[in-house]
DNA sequence: TGGTAGATTGTTAGCGATAACGACAAGACG
DNA sequence: CGTCTTGTCGTTATCGCTAACAATCTACCA
């Protein structure tokens, strides 16, 4: 109860405290502390250990204001729970920690009304750049982020316009060339099964894809089953249960995602369906937990975390002037791997 | 090339702009924006619909600065790849949406030197309040968080002294608790598989307890595997299978957490290892992935969705001044869930 | 020894918003 | 009919920092 040692400051600490405290001004000690201009090196000890001793914590808020310049990167993802996103940021931390650049990440689960809102909060902070999943915005969104001044990158999908720069792998074509290798290994009945979300346009074109490459193929979806939430590895084992009670003749499934369709795998070995000769099984996404299942299952890589590092790229070299212009086009090519469950 | 219908104003819109465009003060403008103080209903139109065509978006940046208030909260966590923090965020966010606060992530990869510099690059923006990961930080974190003057609630871990307000499970007390539910199954051969982790601590006070608990039993830890990086559920089927053949005799196995413990639990079932009467095994976090596993894992539940949301809770209501005092101290009882591999 | 380039440090004026207070009009009231 | 509220705005002074320029102080050369 008797402790007089340090007065915990009650106003915070200013570059005049700093300034005060190592007898200089407060325009040498900001020079100092941003490594900014000539200072003679004694000087800069002497605000050094002022500024370390008083434990100053520059405001960025009244810096960015001054400089107009601000060191954060929006990022706009829907969520963060499925395995794919996380993987992105990896992507995308990765190459800004090489930069002074800082990644704010804000979430939309898919809904354009959230976008917007996530959208608009950043953007009032003046962030350099602005990395969003998808092609696909509410029309305000757009405005907003047309009228931003600052660098756009738009990942994950190429099948669109971007409004400025993009990054990502066409899905019409990943579902094409899964339609053409399972028909090509000499499945007939081919059964889809995926999430019940007409907001997720990345689903959304896969299947587009998919169908059309198979009606080429003299083939068609013969049965479908859609979940929406739930623990997606269950829902997997159920949706396959109820599809192959309902259509037994199926000899493929197409799953929307790696994790159902690691649950539809688990499903079969259980049930002691030969896979890939009974029935064969692809999925979506290449996620790195398929390594561990029994079986490999058949599936596309998305190429998540080369995604996350190129639009960092793009942004960081537009951010400190190493790239000129926008526009930037990247399509990264899906890679099919057809594990052990895609082959006859 | 001939479109003159509107030049993108080069010069960002500001209060000004707005203030011109409606014929009133900039205060108005601003009052209006803000929903703060009396507006005549029609002003307040002109304003809006002022904003609106010239899609003005507020500089937080600069009204943080003349307010000093910023509705930004710093959460600060190790990662986002495996699937204990989404979760914790979901809860965070969950909270924090029915507010005015906006969460801002940051990541450590468990390094405390990352850490420190993610903590000053985020309080130095100044936010109303700080969550953050774990009771262990270096000193010169704890410091900032010290001096920042605002809430701060670490999470996940109560075994120690917090800063501020914690929220969490005891780690020593999960661990001693699954300790005691193998002990009294009968099993008495028990490996230990893990993270090669010096810097997880939560990880560390788990086995700490684990051992003490058995020990309490006559019991021991007769062998440990270690792994870091890679597949998760894959390391656990090689360290499952590296264990087993070092040390046939085991007959429980205990997975510093859950998806290396999935790994293992397909392993074992493959090679016809009777689960769990040969063997038994458990892992910890109750991820919502063991639902779709054949068996289900026996596990620990973290309650993270909780931690998450009371944790933000504090926050909220001491930005709000709802809650007045800090030092919150909130421990949640983590859950043994028994499954299917923990029983004779 | 005066002059000048180069290195170092200080001064002044905002950045774009908000807090706090003041001003003014339209009723309310005795 | 003058004074007092209330309701609506506007003015002024920062917030903490940085850009741009000015001022000093060296060192060195003709």
Redesign the pocket.
Known sequence: MNDEVEIPPR??????DVSEAS?????????V??N?????????EKVLTAAKTLG?V??????A?????VNLVAVIIPSMSNMVFPEVMTGISEVLDNTDLQPVVGFTNYLPEKEEQVLFEMLSWRPSGVIIAGLEHSEASEAMLLAAGIPVVEIMDVDGEPIDAMVGISHRRAGREMARAIAKSGYKNIGFLGTKMPLDHRARKRFEGFTEALAKEGLEVMDREFYSGGSALLKGREMTAAILERSPSLDFLYYSNDMIGAGGLLYCLEKGIKVPEQIGLAGFNGVELLAGLPLKLATMDAGRLEIGREAARIIAGRADGTIEEGGQRVELTPKLEPGDTLVR
């Open positions: 106003r915070p600490l200013t570059l005049r007898g200089v001004s407060e325009m040498t000690v900001s020079r502390l941003r900014r201009g000539d200072v003679s090196e004694s000087t800069r100053y520059p405001n960025k808020i009244a810096g204001l001054a400089s107009s310049r």
